[in-house]
Each structure stands twice: as C-alpha cells, then as structure tokens.
C-alpha cells in the first residue's frame, strides 16, 4: 500500500445494536491489507471504544480512518455534549453514564483511558454545548 486509504463513516447515536459496525469494518481492511494482527487488536479496541463513547454520550458522530503503510489515524468527531473536565475523564472508572446505560454493561468509565492504552498518540479536543473530536494513532 502506497497511497491512503481513507474510510468514513456515520456512528448512529442511542443505537447499540450498530455501534461498533465503524471499527469492525476497519479492522476487516487493516486485515486485507495485511497489517499484522497485534496492530489490528488494538486499532479494534481504540476505535470501538470510542464509537461506544459516541453512542453512550453523544447522541452519535462520525468517524474517518485513514490508513498509511505505517500507521492509521482515526478522528472521532461528535457534536455531543463535550467534556467539560478532561483530566476527569482520563481517570479509569470515571463515568457519566447513566444507570440504564450501566445496567446494558456499558459506562464503566474505561473507554478514554482503554483509547489511550491502546493508541501510540491521542489527542482530545472539546467545548462544552459544542462536541468533541478525538484523534487517535496508532503506529504499525
């Protein structure tokens, strides 16, 4: 692969049943490409949570990836509620999600630092009332 590859797509809000539908068919090209497989992992893992962020707390969003010999980079882009207390939310167990969210098994305050864990660069822009865009890298 020389070129980019670029994939977008629209994460639907409030819709469990499709949220993961982004990472999964990134995770399926990263394969075709042959990108190898502990590069895969955490790309799924990176990108999932924060299509499931998007869902839980944003009403949804758009993700796009873009895929280079070397690395992917992935932007979470929501015009949810924002973060008003970034640091806050890095901390693992930290949540606002609410009880019907938690009693689906979601919002148990790992999916920021999970995105963190499993990405070599993430980047967290944020307005309150506007929404929020994460950038995620991942090095291959």
Not at 105 to 115: I, Q, R, T
């Amino acid at each position: 692969m020389e070129e980019c590859v670029r994939l977008e797509y629209d994460v639907d809000g409030e819709n469990f049943a499709s949220a993961g539908n982004a990472s999964e068919s990134v995770k399926r090209m990263l394969k075709q490409l042959g990108v190898p497989p502990e590069y895969v992992r955490k790309v799924a893992i990176a990108m999932y949570e924060g299509e499931i962020n998007m869902v839980i707390h944003a009403h949804g969003g758009r993700a796009v990836a873009e895929i280079y010999p070397d690395h992917i980079g992935i932007w979470l882009k929501d015009s949810g509620p924002g973060i008003a207390d970034i640091d806050l939310a890095m901390k693992a167990g930290y949540s606002t999600a609410t009880e019907n969210i938690r009693s689906l098994g979601f919002g148990a305050g790992m999916g920021l630092p999970n995105m963190k864990k499993y990405s070599d660069e993430m980047t967290i822009d944020s307005t309150v009332g506007v929404g929020t865009t994460v950038y995620l890298r991942v090095n291959f």
